[in-house]
């Protein structure tokens, strides 16, 4: 990626470069993709219906998807909160599942700054609840990151 992400505020970053933002969302990409073949060809080796393969894959996928929100928020952790509002937004749904997984123990905690909505959010992860992605999960709460990101710090 490249080394200049975006303008540079004494505190935070207001803007992201598009070319910053398009190769972040082709690495994100990348790993969806890698997971999928991975899982595709783990159970084709495996047999249909293998019982262990399907309990390994259902004890590796939640951390490894929990790690990719991490990482996700990394690509832009320096953005200002000011741009990013407190709505409820992918922007704010990402900061407190970071938040939540890393001082919590994983489990989705308030942040009274942020008007967050489950049957709004994209993850429909509840206040209290257990954080546990998915593929499908993640690629829906990736997208709307980007989305958002792009709209806020263009």
């Known amino acids: 990626m490249t080394k200049s992400k975006g303008e540079l505020g004494m505190l935070g970053v207001s803007s992201y470069k598009k070319d910053y933002v398009e190769e972040c969302r082709k690495a994100v990409a990348a790993q969806l ?18 019982k262990a393969m399907a309990s390994a894959i259902g004890s590796f996928t ?3 998807f929990n790690s990719l929100v991490l990482a996700l928020d990394h690509l832009f952790l320096h953005r200002l909160r000011t741009r990013e509002l407190k709505d409820g937004n992918a922007l704010n749904e990402v900061r407190m599942l970071c938040n939540s997984i890393m001082e919590h123990e994983q489990v989705m905690t308030e942040d009274t700054q942020i008007k967050y909505d489950p049957a709004r959010s994209i993850s429909k992860i509840k206040i209290g609840e257990k954080i546990s992605m998915d593929e499908e999960k993640f690629a829906r709460l990736a997208s709307g990151f980007f989305d958002e990101i792009e709209k806020k710090y263009p």
Do not use: V
Not at 33 to 41: F, K
């Open 62 to 64: 939640p951390g490894y």
């Open 33 to 50: 993709s890698a997971y999928r073949n991975l899982i595709e060809t783990a159970r084709k080796e495996a047999g249909a219906g293998n």
